[in-house]
Nanobody, 122 residues
Framework: QVQLVESGGGLVEAGGSLKLSCATS????????IGWFRQAPGKERDFVAS????????YYEDSVKGRFTISRDNSKNTVYLQMNSLKPEDTAVYYC???????????????WGQGTQVTVSS
């Protein structure tokens, strides 16, 4: 069974930065894509970014392009999401998920972490 554990969330002022981590276990990490999603209160869970088994394959939702960077370290079975120039509208619970490349929809992903809260104050 694949397990994913997010960490790195917290409270930050607008314009600040956070780096989220998604540690995985129980699967062949280097063969699958990892996606980051976020869910604000009362809203649906939305795609943020994804990275394929080949780290050069990445995709970003338009609102985070140029501010967020997704990367992976296959030796550590971990994916990162560096978030810069954070805005209050980035406030949400952030989830990582395990699935095929180039999945963008929640129902395409097979396994999910428990989420980590990111709060950006204005």
């Amino acid at each position: 069974q694949v397990q994913l554990v997010e960490s790195g969330g917290g409270l930050v002022e607008a314009g600040g930065s956070l780096k989220l981590s998604c540690a995985t276990s129980g699967g062949t990490f280097s063969s699958y894509a990892i996606g980051w999603f976020r869910q604000a209160p009362g809203k649906e869970r939305d795609f943020v970014a994804s990275i394929g088994w080949n780290p050069s394959n990445t995709y970003y939702e338009d609102s985070v392009k140029g501010r967020f960077t997704i990367s992976r370290d296959n030796s550590k079975n971990t994916v990162y999401l560096q978030m810069n120039s954070l805005k209050p509208e980035d406030t949400a619970v952030y989830y990582c998920a395990w699935g095929p490349w180039p999945a963008r929809e929640t129902n395409e992903y097979d396994f999910w972490g428990q989420g980590t809260q990111v709060t950006v104050s204005s």
